[in-house]
T-cell receptor
Framework: NAGVTQTPKFRVLKTGQSMTLLCAQD?????MYWYRQDPGMGLRLIHY???????AKGEVPDGYNVSRLKKQNFLLGLESAAPSQTSVYFC????????????FGQGTRLTVV | KNEVEQSPQNLTAQEGEFITINCSYS?????LHWLQQHPGGGIVSLFM???GKKKHGRLIATINIQEKHSSLHITASHPRDSAVYIC??????????????FGEGTQLTVNP
């Protein structure tokens, strides 16, 4: 049982380039999230999804887009990368129920130069 | 002021010591999570609490809803416990897709 899998694990981009981060979960979870983690700050929510075909903005959505075409996959896109988007990105998922355990991916370390 | 505050930010202990990490929050919550993050690794869930106390091996988590405070204790600490420990809370209302609000984390180093 793989849980939550993120690809890629590392990436270096030049300013202005685009890329897509993939999050896949095999637990049939309804809710999925993308967070970024920066030094000295707690994880911050970028975008989230409460089900297939639905997405919503979190705390820091600017510069990112997402899609949830299939229940098991949640994609995070950077259309035109900026150095401020250098961060570690985590995907997470959980069931719809009120209080359930959250499952996290291994993280993607992105550097924008 | 952050909604979730952890203390201390950094903690160094000797192997075998009893360790306490604290988490205070300022909002109404339905659950509190303790998470562990090893260097270069992902984040794993240790506990989810809505009241009282939970124990798993050498780890104990407690929560006081009235005081808006939780503690994570590690008994007989070991170098392999070295990690960042993160407190996160889920709001009291079922909104925003059950999002979590995170503390900044506590970096624990246990020396042999």
């Amino acid at each position: 049982n793989a849980g939550v899998t993120q690809t890629p694990k590392f990436r270096v981009l030049k300013t202005g380039q685009s890329m897509t981060l993939l999050c896949a979960q095999d637990m049939n979870h309804e809710y999925m999230y993308w967070y970024r983690q920066d030094p000295g700050m707690g994880l911050r929510l970028i975008h989230y999804s409460v089900g297939e075909g639905t997405t919503a903005k979190g705390e820091v959505p600017d510069g990112y887009n997402v899609s949830r075409l299939k229940k098991q996959n949640f994609l995070l896109g950077l259309e035109s990368a900026a150095p401020s988007q250098t961060s570690v990105y985590f995907c997470a998922s959980n069931r719809r129920a009120q209080n359930t355990e959250a499952f996290f991916g291994q993280g993607t370390r992105l550097t924008v130069v | 002021k952050n909604e979730v505050e952890q203390s201390p930010q950094n903690l160094t202990a000797q192997e075998g010591e009893f360790i306490t990490i604290n988490c205070s929050y300022s909002v109404g919550i339905s659950a509190l999570h303790w998470l562990q993050q090893h260097p270069g690794g992902g984040i794993v869930s240790l506990f989810m609490l809505s009241s009282g106390k939970k124990k798993h091996g050498r780890l104990i988590a407690t929560i006081n809803i009235q005081e808006k405070h939780s503690s994570l204790h590690i008994t007989a600490s070991h170098p392999r416990d070295s990690a960042v420990y993160i407190c996160a809370v889920k709001g009291g209302k079922e909104t925003s897709g059950s999002r979590l609000t995170f503390g900044e984390g506590t970096q624990l180093t246990v020396n042999p």
